[in-house]
């Protein structure tokens, strides 16, 4: 069967609903915000993280002649 006749059959048919959303709509926006938003949390607590350790940082680069060029 063609494409042109599978598509006059389904219209011949009339619209109905083939599966339902398990919920409105709406909510899977919701889902998304608050899953990008825990990601934004996560990626905010890990700010600044290599600076926590700078001391260190400078330790091990003077030690391995990072300040020579």
Same mark, same amino acid.
Do not use: C, W
């Given at each position: 069967?063609? %494409? %042109? #006749?599978? @598509?006059? +059959?389904?219209?011949?048919?009339?619209? *109905?609903?083939? !599966? &339902? %959303?398990?919920?409105?709509?709406?909510?899977?926006?919701?889902?998304?915000?608050?899953?990008?938003? #825990? %990601?934004? @949390? +996560?990626?905010? #607590?890990? =700010?600044?993280?290599? !600076? =926590? *350790?700078?001391?260190? #940082?400078?330790?091990?680069? =003077? &030690?391995?002649?990072?300040?020579? *060029?």
């Amino acid at each position: 069967m063609s %494409l %042109l #006749a599978t @598509i006059a +059959v389904a219209s011949e048919e009339g619209a *109905h609903i083939v !599966n &339902e %959303l398990p919920f409105p709509a709406p909510v899977f926006g919701l889902i998304t915000f608050a899953a990008f938003t #825990a %990601l934004a @949390i +996560v990626t905010f #607590a890990f =700010r600044d993280v290599a !600076n =926590r *350790h700078s001391p260190k #940082a400078e330790a091990y680069a =003077r &030690e391995h002649g990072a300040d020579q *060029h």
